[in-house]
């Protein structure tokens, strides 16, 4: 087992463009969650998919969306990309409440 | 509203010496509390949740609540124990994929 998987693992954008990230939760694991982290600050939850649907949201834009597919795999969609969206992107994925396991993260940059 | 505060930015020892990484919290209701690494290179991961009052590679850490606080104590500290740490927050009953987390605590632990 991989594990949870994110790609990519790097991107580059430029302001104003769209970005789609993806999540391969582990193997058996139901639950999605996402999470920004900026330099130098923890992980900050963004939403929460279960059952292909948004359980649960943190405190951010609507242009940030998501969409969690019936093998369990998730995205992130960021529009309208803005210079302080530059962060790492982690995914978590678990198996109704058991532990979270993240991926390694996806390092977005918005030029 | 909930937060995780982690005092110390960077925290060094050296190594035999006793470790104590600071957590304090703010939420009304029953908290549960959690501790995870980041090793370098490697991925979030959890260390220990208080529920299980476990003792994981010789750390512990105990919830109190009159205090707010859920301190990471390790009696010798190893040079395999430098990482980056965060304290983590969950609402009782929510499920585990929604986390609030601290900024973080560098620890180093020197030769």
């Known amino acids: 087992d991989a594990g949870v998987t994110q790609s990519p693992t790097h991107l580059i954008k430029t302001r104003g463009q769209q970005v789609t990230l993806r999540c391969s939760p582990k193997?058996?694991?139901?639950?999605v969650s996402w999470y920004q982290q900026a330099l130098g600050q923890g992980p900050q939850f963004i939403f929460q998919y279960y059952e292909e649907e948004e359980r649960q949201r943190g405190n951010f834009p609507d242009r940030f969306s998501g969409h969690q597919f019936p093998n369990y795999s998730s995205e992130l969609n960021v529009n309208a990309l803005l210079l302080g969206d530059s962060a790492l992107y982690l995914c978590?994925?678990?198996?109704?409440?058991?532990?979270?396991?993240f991926g390694q993260g996806t390092r977005l940059t918005v030029v | 509203a909930q937060r995780v505060t982690q005092p110390e930015k960077l925290l060094s020892v050296f190594k035999g010496a006793p470790v104590e990484l600071k957590c304090n919290y703010s939420y009304s209701g029953s908290p549960e509390l959690f501790w995870y690494v980041q090793y370098s290179r490697q991925r979030l991961q959890l260390l220990l949740r208080?529920?299980s009052r476990e003792s994981i590679k010789g750390f512990t850490a105990d919830l109190n609540k009159g205090e707010t606080s859920f301190h990471l104590k390790k009696p010798f500290a190893q040079e395999e124990d430098s990482a980056m740490y965060y304290c983590a927050l969950n609402f009782r009953g929510s499920t585990l994929g929604r986390l609030y987390f601290g900024r973080g605590t560098q620890l180093t632990v020197w030769p």
């Open positions: 193997s058996g694991h139901d639950t």
């Open positions: 208080h529920i």
């Open positions: 978590a994925s678990s198996f109704r409440d058991t532990e979270a396991f």
